[in-house]
């Protein structure tokens, strides 16, 4: 009969112990799952959240980007078709139009007959610059000479001088002064209309 009672007790301390636990992950598990609503339903604060627009369709360059810009060092890593180094200091004493090109870039090689007019119609008062970014001597060379360019190409082989007038897209054109001053960077394609413009601000008008 002892041994009786004594099975039933421990019969009843497992089942206390069973609900206990039962009971514990129940609370357990609405816990985790009101924890869970609250995240879904609490919008992040305002440290992370931030807004992106997204425009629909292309976001072409707009045909006019203009900008001063100020090299932060004069540079001489530039070199002539020949391999002679050279500097852009060595052409100052007239207006230059600089020009940063590429022969991968169709907007490039598009402008490039309108520099060589401004050249020949300028000649003597303005100097006109064609430098190259990063190509080697060949392909700017076979380029030059299947189109017959007499503009004055340089090369900026290793884009030093690109990186120092913060030249960010071709093709960008730098506009200086007789003194050797940056007075207008045009992004972009140039038509004729926007270099009479920009050379009126050099003093040349015509």
Known sequence: MKSLKNKHWLIDVGLIILIIGVG???????????????????????????????????????????????????????????????????YQGAPMLVNFWATWCPPCLAEMPLFQSYAERYDGRLVVLAINAGEDEPVVRDYVDQHGFEL??????????????KVFGFPTTLFF??????????????????????????????
């Open 24 to 90: 514990t992950l129940v609370v357990l598990e609405l816990r985790q799952s009101t924890l869970l609503k609250r995240q879904q339903v609490t919008p992040p604060s305002n440290e992370t959240m931030f807004d992106i627009a997204v425009t629909e369709g292309d976001n072409p360059v707009p045909e006019t980007i203009t900008e001063e810009l100020i090299p932060e060092e004069q540079s001489s890593d530039l070199f002539t078709l020949d391999g002679k180094p050279v500097a852009l200091e060595d």
């Open 177 to 206: 002064n007789e003194s050797g001053e940056l007075v207008k960077t045009h992004i972009g394609e140039l038509n004729a209309e926007l270099i009479e413009q920009y050379l009126l601000l050099l003093g040349l008008n015509g």
């Open 152 to 165: 004055t190409f340089l090369l900026d082989p290793t884009s030093a001088v690109v990186h120092q007038y």
